[in-house]
């Protein structure tokens, strides 16, 4: 396995820790193409294998998301930076279903710490999933269409829809995901009978059963815009997206847990706790 340099540490939000430590293993290939690399954080005690968090980065920019590992090295849980091929390159080289470069990067990255983790230490039966925002989606449709491969999936103020007209169904008047169909949001929005095959290939919210990976939503705002938020960045970071999405989960029989402010989930404190339950569980709880 080759290793390149490792990566300078990225501007964070909330979500991600002041200043990330450099990583045990740093720009490890999974592909060929230069945006195909993940960043391996092992914790420094204990002998393993580790489970682990996979933290996905941008799907319009290039670039790799690294959580607090000090939320997760105590309880012997590996963090890995995932960053994936873009629609932005996608576009570049006329893909015409831009978001198939970000989710197939995704699933390619799972396989990819397999049936790598005894080289890389780390509990292959105990690998979870998440991201922020943009970064969430690709975690969701993993734990959708491969969940035997994923213990859980941590969605933070995310978007877990490519559809249109659903999009405008949870948060009416919001604009988000192009070009994810080839195409801009009010084309999409006009051709949308017309993409639904294609919707219905990539998007979570159509891909869901029964036996989807338990997921938990998180969102730092409530149902009601704060003052000091723009609409547009309330819009797209609503709880009101988790909350339709979780409608169509337990429709579907699948476990899809949502907080946000005045609303807890039983069981779990957040979405860190609920990471940490699910891989150091011997039997995850749903």
């Not at 580790?50 to 941008?58: A, D, E, I, R, S």
């Not at 629609?87 to 990819?112: G, Q, R």
């Not at 999933?129 to 269409?145: D, E, K, R, T």
Request: proline share 9%.
């Amino acid at each position: 396995m080759r290793y390149l340099s490792l990566i300078a540490a990225l501007a964070l939000t909330s979500v991600h820790a002041a200043e990330p430590p450099k990583p045990t293993h740093g720009d490890v290939p999974y592909g060929v193409h230069p945006h195909q690399l993940i960043d391996i954080h092992l914790p420094p005690k204990g002998a393993g294998p580790f489970p682990v968090l996979m933290w996905y980065g941008g799907i319009w920019k290039a670039s790799k998301h690294a959580v607090d590992v000090n939320r997760f090295f105590p309880h012997g849980i590996a963090v890995i930076a995932v960053e994936v091929r873009t629609m932005e390159d996608a576009t570049a080289d006329k893909v015409k279903e831009p978001i198939s470069y970000v989710l197939e990067d995704a699933m390619s990255a799972v396989k990819f710490v397999c049936e790598n983790a005894a080289k890389l230490n780390l509990d292959p039966k105990h690998i979870a999933l998440g991201g922020g925002s943009q970064g969430a989606l690709p975690a969701l449709y993993v734990g959708c269409v491969a969940p035997e491969l994923v213990t859980c999936i941590a969605a933070y103020r995310c978007q877990p829809s490519i559809d249109p007209e659903r999009m405008q169904e949870w948060v009416p008047g919001v604009k988000w995901g192009s070009p994810a169909l080839g195409c801009s949001f009010e084309e999409s929005l006009k051709r949308r009978d017309e993409l639904l095959p294609v919707i219905k290939k990539w998007s979570p919210d159509w891909l869901l059963h029964k036996n989807a990976t338990p997921m938990y939503f998180e969102n730092e705002w409530g149902m009601t815009k704060p003052d000091d938020i723009t609409q547009n960045n309330y819009d797209v970071h609503s709880p009101a997206w988790a909350v339709g999405f979780q409608k169509l989960a337990l429709a579907a029989g699948a476990t899809c847990h949502v907080k946000y402010p005045d609303h807890p989930t039983e069981g779990y404190a957040d979405i860190w706790n609920f990471i940490i339950q699910q891989l150091t569980a011997k039997t995850p709880a749903p």
